[in-house]
């Protein structure tokens, strides 16, 4: 396999992360000094919650899984993650431990970027400091809405606001891939793997979705958002 150059390895970081593009070519060597790439099967840990933060995640191909591990075998999946952002964890900046575990979804191809280096950097360019604020800011506004979304919303609500979630954001389509099983879908809507079922069910009697045994077809997004607007539904 032909080794890449330095100018072809500057190119795929910056498309990584846009925020990349603020920097210097001496601070975009710096980074690549203190880097490395890993591949990752469906189901494999990538970051592990309650370990050091010494790196930060960029995705340069695949889905991940983004969630806090609860007692009794417990999660709640925040966000998937996809290619063109990285994986920013609170405890980074606070604790130097993970607060959350990355777990690959699909088969995955990750950057693994030295923090050290990047808190360096962020102290040395204040547009790449920004960049980091904003990206931590929007992550955190997610956690934030699914918050909000597992307090006031019954289950039809919630698992509306799932699917609104994996088409419009994820996937960006109506009709996509079930890449979640049944089981992780109720993890992103606080529900079990049962009653995600029967609520799927629902959905399809209101015409909302169809589903099958490997595909969800969103038939009409307004009536999901109605359904996640109405709280008492059900």
């Given at each position: 396999?032909?080794?890449?150059?330095?100018?072809?390895?500057?190119?795929?970081?910056?498309?990584?992360?846009?925020?990349?593009?603020?920097?210097?070519?001496?601070?975009?060597?710096?980074?690549?000094?203190?880097?490395?790439?890993?591949?990752?099967?469906?189901?494999?840990?990538?970051?592990?919650?309650?370990?050091?933060?010494?790196?930060?995640?960029?995705?340069?191909?695949?889905?991940?899984?983004?969630?806090?591990?609860?007692?009794?075998?417990?999660?709640?999946?925040?966000?998937?993650?996809?290619?063109?952002?990285?994986?920013?964890?609170?405890?980074?900046?606070?604790?130097?431990?993970?607060?959350?575990?990355?777990?690959?979804?699909?088969?995955?191809?990750?950057?693994?970027?030295?923090?050290?280096?990047?808190?360096?950097?962020?102290?040395?360019?204040?547009?790449?400091?920004?960049?980091?604020?904003?990206?931590?800011?929007?992550?955190?506004?997610?956690?934030?809405?699914?918050?909000?979304?597992?307090?006031?919303?019954?289950?039809?609500?919630?698992?509306?606001?799932?699917?609104?979630?994996?088409?419009?954001?994820?996937f960006k389509k109506n009709e996509f891939d079930i890449?979640?099983?049944?089981?992780?879908?109720?993890?992103?809507?606080?529900?079990?793997?049962?009653?995600?079922v029967r609520v799927l069910n629902e959905l399809e009697?209101?015409?909302?979705?169809?589903?099958?045994?490997?595909?969800?077809?969103?038939?009409?997004?307004?009536?999901?958002?109605?359904?996640?607007?109405?709280?008492?539904?059900?």
């Open positions: 396999m032909k080794k890449k150059n330095d100018s072809e390895e500057i190119v795929s970081l910056v498309s990584l992360w846009n925020n990349f593009g603020h920097l210097t070519a001496a601070q975009l060597e710096m980074i690549l000094k203190n880097s490395y790439n890993a591949g990752f099967r469906p189901g494999e840990v990538i970051v592990k919650q309650g370990s050091p933060a010494s790196s930060v995640v960029f995705i340069s191909d695949g889905l991940v899984k983004v969630y806090m591990e609860g007692s009794g075998e417990k999660n709640i999946i925040l966000r998937l993650a996809a290619p063109g952002k990285p994986v920013l964890d609170p405890g980074l900046f606070i604790s130097r431990r993970n607060t959350l575990t990355v777990t690959a979804v699909s088969r995955t191809e990750v950057n693994f970027v030295s923090t050290e280096i990047l808190q360096r950097l962020s102290g040395e360019n204040s547009s790449f400091s920004m960049g980091i604020l904003k990206e931590l800011s929007q992550q955190m506004f997610l956690v934030q809405n699914k918050l909000a979304s597992v307090a006031g919303k019954r289950m039809a609500g919630r698992l509306a606001d799932t699917l609104l979630y994996l088409s419009e954001d994820i890449v979640l099983s049944r089981k992780e879908i109720g993890e992103m809507s606080n529900m079990a793997k049962e009653c995600v009697e209101e015409g909302a979705v169809k589903t099958d045994s490997s595909r969800i077809i969103i038939l009409n997004p307004d009536k999901l958002r109605e359904i996640s607007d109405q709280t008492s539904w059900m």
